[in-house]
């Protein structure tokens, strides 16, 4: 039978859940280490195999003594208690002689402990080497050189993680944006729990992309943008036949990438309007009213 966990721990725990026994009768060797990722991504169990020991022979117990057996050794025992107290004595005497002359060796030749070698894991950082450099000869370089570039750089950066994930699709958004779509079997892990997975990546290629180009990403894994915008919508339907009706409104607090996406939907449908982002103890909140005219 083979598991995956994040540890040795855990697989005797999940192992024991699973076949219903205590973790004593299992024995787990580990095939593949777990990865424990870079910077939060890319993290993936480990695998175990897992098999069920064979019960051991049984002990067996010895017969009671008989109660003349006990008298004799009882006998036996007085007997030799004697001697031994003397020994006792002369083997206390030899052994503080002993401790003495240990304690002084210790004394005069201190013992050097050698310092032990720190375990270092090897990662290619050569990947983020050039992530802040800025080439004076991008500036001229075309729309079409540029997406080689990028589309080179993904490929080499999700090529070193163990997620099934690639680029799918790249091309020009708008003048200043660029369009990234990313797809595979692993997609749902590269958009985490309540996307907070794709809100690090999409930090990461921005910072990229704009200190090497100066553009902007919109950055797509599988649907996840795009459901996240419709549902966006619905929302901000009623928020709009409130300001049609008396002229302002908010939003309630909203998180992540969905703060961006109801900006934008909001600043397109009323232009001449102010749309802006408040903070609150719950969260940022999206406000929209008339411009104060002096």
């Known amino acids: 039978m083979k598991i995956e966990a994040k540890d040795l721990e855990a697989a005797y725990i999940k192992a024991a859940s699973q076949l219903g026994c205590s973790t004593i009768n299992l024995e787990i060797t580990p095939i593949r280490p777990a990865r424990k990722g870079f910077l ?17 022979e049984k ?9 003349n057996e006990r008298v ?42 050698q310092p032990t070698k720190k375990q ?9 080497d050039s992530f802040h450099k800025i080439d004076e000869n991008q500036v001229t370089k075309s729309n079409d050189d540029m997406l080689v570039e990028i589309k080179a750089g993904l490929d080499k950066l999700f090529g070193v993680s163990m997620f099934d994930i690639e680029v799918s699709e790249l091309s020009i958004y708008d ?3 660029i369009y990234i779509k990313l797809d595979g079997a692993d ?19 921005f910072n990229w992309v704009n200190a090497r180009y100066n553009k902007g990403i919109r950055l797509e894994i599988a649907e996840f943008l795009k459901n996240q915008e419709s549902s966006m ?43 802006g982002i ?11 009213n008339d411009f104060h005219k002096k």
């Not at 002990?59 to 109660?67: D, G, H, L």
């Not at 302002?248 to 909001?266: C, H, R, S």
């Open 175 to 177: 003048a200043d944006t």
């Open 72 to 113: 004799e050794k009882s006998d036996r025992s007085e007997k030799v208690k004697t001697p031994k107290i003397e020994s006792t004595h002369k083997n206390s005497e030899k052994n503080d002689t002993k401790t003495t002359i240990n304690q002084s060796e210790i004394k005069s030749e201190p013992v050097k402990l």
């Open 120 to 128: 270092t894991l090897n990662i290619d950082h050569s990947i983020f």
């Open 233 to 275: 919508a619905a929302y901000l339907s009623g928020v709009i036949e409130r300001v049609e009706l008396i002229g302002k409104a908010q939003t309630k607090p909203l998180d992540g990438v969905l703060v961006k996406i109801a900006l934008e939907q909001l600043r397109d449908r009323f232009p001449d309007k102010y749309v």
């Open 59 to 67: 002990k067996v117990k010895k017969p009671k003594n008989n109660n």
């Open 187 to 205: 997609a749902a892990l590269m958009i985490g729990k309540e996307g907070y997975r794709y809100k690090a990546i999409s930090y990461l290629l």
């Open 278 to 288: 408040k903070n609150s103890d719950e969260g940022k909140f999206i406000v929209i």
């Open 40 to 56: 939060g991504f890319f993290q993936k169990d480990g695998l175990f195999e897992v098999a069920i020991k064979k019960d051991g």
